[in-house]
């Protein structure tokens, strides 16, 4: 019996053995492709990938812009991505701007000084991210009638655990329209 017990006790620690190895050896492989597939979602070429964050419909307000106006900017933006991401949008202190070519000047414009707390889109979500002229810190004026090409971007962090984040932005092109002066 206690030859038995002497080779069962042995079978038994090899079999331990084993299974701590293999599973020591999945801990290392899982662990190398999560390191693998963080170094290749921080490399520059996936941080300027668009496909993280969309920038649907931009749009003016007012939609129809004449010289002189001053005006608003807003979007509809999309998390395509498979982690949430973070920035500030609320109506009083935007990340959300715009870069136009000369037909548009940027004009300072006094800061709200309400806290902003961060919006947080989870993977699917879209909301709509608003530049309010006056009132967060910026306004468009239009200069010059014709066709405007601007840039829209808006940085944003991408929450990839608790601890780690990941800044990046997105960036997008538009077209503007400016009309002739207003008569009065």
Do not use: W
Request: glycine share 4%.
């Amino acid at each position: 019996m206690s030859i038995f017990i002497a080779i069962l006790n042995i079978v038994l620690s090899f079999v331990i053995s084993i299974c701590l190895l293999y599973s020591s050896q999945q801990m290392i492989d899982s662990e190398s492709i999560i390191n693998t597939n963080l170094t290749d979602f921080t490399s520059s070429d996936e941080l300027a990938n668009p496909l993280v964050l969309q920038v649907e419909q931009i749009k003016t307000i007012p939609n129809k812009i004449h010289v002189g106006e001053e005006f608003s900017i807003n979007a509809t933006v999309k998390n395509t991505g498979m982690y949430p991401i973070t920035f500030i949008a609320n109506l009083c202190d935007s990340e959300l701007y715009a870069v136009f070519d000369y037909k548009v000047e940027e004009l300072p414009a006094p800061a709200c000084k309400m806290m902003s707390e961060p919006v947080i889109l989870n993977a699917g979500e879209k909301v709509i991210v608003q530049r309010i002229s006056g009132i967060s810190g910026l306004t468009y004026k239009a200069l010059e009638e014709g066709q405007s090409t601007a840039k829209v971007i808006l940085p944003f962090k991408i929450n990839v655990s608790n601890i780690k984040t990941i800044d990046s932005l997105v960036d997008d092109k538009f077209n503007v329209t400016i009309n002739s002066e207003l008569s009065t």
